[in-house]
């Protein structure tokens, strides 16, 4: 349990530099086997690599477990945000998400996911090299902002995304408040943030009559019902919460994706002749794509999932135990908390065969709806990621435009570190130069 108060909290945060489980759970896992405990931030936690209990702490949300996370999470994410609200709170929140994010919603915006793809890509092809986690960060942003609360960095006064940088970069550090610290600076981009948003709460709730065109006309109109549960410290912290998660994981999964691509050079020619012949069979060369061709994308899909299982993007989920629970001839004790390892699930050699190495192949004929025991990139069981299909049409759409009309070479950076989670502390730079092209199809790329 290590030190008292401190526990392991240390080597917990020890920097990973590979693909790899952290040797912080690997060493334990060796030693204690799947189900381990540990101390954490001054509480006692219960680390899970075992795919049946993570699956029966998934299955039992709400029941025997509930989500919890340290109060340095709470503190930053605000008390009431989405991760810490539970029964019927977190239900109602769920489905005001999907109704922005659902199927039909999605179809409706993929033309608008490809315009701004195309665009980005066709402005980064003119430069000498490309930062791409910065680059994909800021064109994913500036769309889900878009779409949540209809914010142009153009038009604005002050630029949101900086905030939301500077919260970032604090966002796994040491809790210490003072002037100076990167908790500090975390603090302060959360607050600016959310005022930033509370002012354009404010100026949307002064312009009534308007036609409801976003999330932010959505979530007035659910303020301003007879009885409504929803309260504006709610709404806001939802606003940060989705603002972040969006752009935030999914800029990390593509940088990973190209990085794969680049890597394997395999993997892109596949890649490459799938949305190849996308373009070939269009009866018009210079429509965009359909949601048709989107579900048609087999090997692409099976790429993303690759992508995600060895990104491992969320290292940790932490659940707590609303009482005593007996497992495996485990005693769990009430109060204590869980956290499910996804990455010792997801680089299990006895599920996946030669784990660290890239092969989307492994997931032909691989069905893959919500979480499963062995695979669970997006969380699982009643807090599965609402967002999950709008990150694959982001994915799959980006991929679509580079592969088919672009070429690109590393230029430097890559490395992967994680603390726990990850990031590219060096960058990974491309040079990005449009495809000599024989054939007439071309995606459109007028706004």
């Given at each position: ?193 959310m005022r930033m948003l509370k002012n354009l709460l404010n100026e ?244």
């Amino acid at each position: 349990m290590g030190l008292p108060l401190l526990g392991e909290t240390l080597s917990f945060f020890t920097p990973n530099t590979t693909n790899d489980i952290s040797l912080f759970v690997k060493e334990r896992m060796n030693r204690y086997g799947p189900i381990f405990k540990t101390s954490l931030v001054g509480r006692p936690v219960i680390v899970s690599a075992d795919p049946d209990l993570n699956h029966f702490v998934f299955l039992q949300e709400g029941q025997l477990f509930q989500s919890w996370y340290p109060d340095t999470f709470t503190e930053i994410f605000g008390r009431q945000n989405v991760g810490s609200l539970h029964g019927f709170m977190y239900k109602y929140l769920k489905n005001m998400v999907l109704n922005l994010f659902g199927p039909e919603s999605l179809k409706k915006m993929m033309p608008e996911v490809e315009r701004t793809a195309c665009r980005r890509l066709q402005g980064w092809s003119s430069l000498e090299t490309v930062e791409l986690k910065e680059a994909t960060a800021s064109m994913i942003f500036d769309l889900t902002a878009k779409k949540l609360i209809s914010y142009d960095q153009d038009n604005a006064s002050e630029n949101l995304r900086d905030n939301f940088v500077a919260f970032i970069q604090g966002l796994i550090s040491f809790p210490l408040d003072i002037p100076g610290t990167a908790y500090h600076k975390c603090l302060q981009g959360r607050k600016n943030a959310m005022r930033m948003l509370k002012n354009l709460l404010n100026e949307r709730r002064a312009m009534p009559g308007k036609n409801r065109t976003d999330f932010f006309d959505y979530v007035l109109e659910e303020l301003q019902k007879e009885g409504t549960i929803l309260t504006e410290a709610i709404a806001l912290d939802l606003m940060f919460v989705l603002l972040f998660a969006s752009f935030e994981t999914t800029s990390l999964a593509l940088t990973l994706a190209v990085k794969f691509l680049s890597d394997y050079p395999s993997v892109l020619e596949k890649l490459t002749e799938e949305h190849e012949a996308i373009l070939q069979n269009r009866e018009d060369p210079d429509s965009g794509l359909t949601w048709k061709e989107y579900k048609s994308m087999t090997y692409t899909f099976q790429f993303i999932n690759e992508t995600v299982r060895l990104a491992n993007i969320v290292p940790g989920i932490f659940r707590k135990a609303l009482r005593e629970i007996q497992f495996k001839g485990y005693t769990i004790p009430a109060g204590w908390a869980v956290m499910v390892c996804p990455p010792a699930v997801h680089l299990n050699p006895a599920k996946y065969e030669d784990p660290l190495v890239f092969n989307p192949s492994r997931w032909e004929g691989v069905e893959i709806n919500g979480a499963t025991k062995s695979f669970m990139a997006f969380g699982g069981g009643m807090r599965f990621c609402v967002g999950t299909d709008f990150t694959k049409v982001q994915m799959a759409v980006f991929l679509h435009c580079l592969v088919s009309k672009y070429r690109w070479q590393p230029i430097k950076g890559g490395n992967i570190v994680r603390t726990p989670g990850l990031q590219f502390p060096d960058g990974f730079h491309i040079q990005l130069r449009e495809k000599t092209r024989t054939m007439s199809s071309q995606v459109s790329q007028n706004d």
